[in-house]
């Protein structure tokens, strides 16, 4: 069982607050999970990259800080803050963080 920032429960935090950066690496914090969704903080030093994977959950990831470049489907798209992608279940991506990244992200459960 993973520990929480955040109670189940009408709550709040400081995103900014709570980045903080690794010498390498992912650094994750879980804010909150019940039994449909998953709300992940994710830090990434700069040069990080993840390999392409998938997950059998709809995801969607919020950008906060940084710059990198995420792969989705083949299609190369540009992690600033601000931008929001979409990604259903099952769909391949990676990741490589250009600078310090964080983002949010999310998951849920797909609709059948």
Do not use: W
């Amino acid at each position: 069982m993973s520990t929480t920032l955040l109670p189940l429960r009408s709550s709040s935090t400081q995103l900014r607050a709570n980045i903080e950066y690794p010498q390498a690496g992912v650094l994750s914090k879980v804010l909150v999970k019940d039994s449909c969704c998953q709300y992940t903080l994710f830090c990434l030093a700069a040069g990080t990259e993840i390999s392409e994977h998938t997950s059998t959950r709809n995801a969607t990831v919020n950008v906060l800080d940084g710059k990198g470049i995420l792969t989705l489907e083949g299609q190369d798209i540009v992690l600033e803050p601000g931008v929001f992608i979409f990604m259903p279940a099952n769909a391949p991506h990676a990741l490589k963080a250009q600078e310090n990244l964080a983002f949010l992200l999310t998951l849920s459960e797909k609709n059948e």
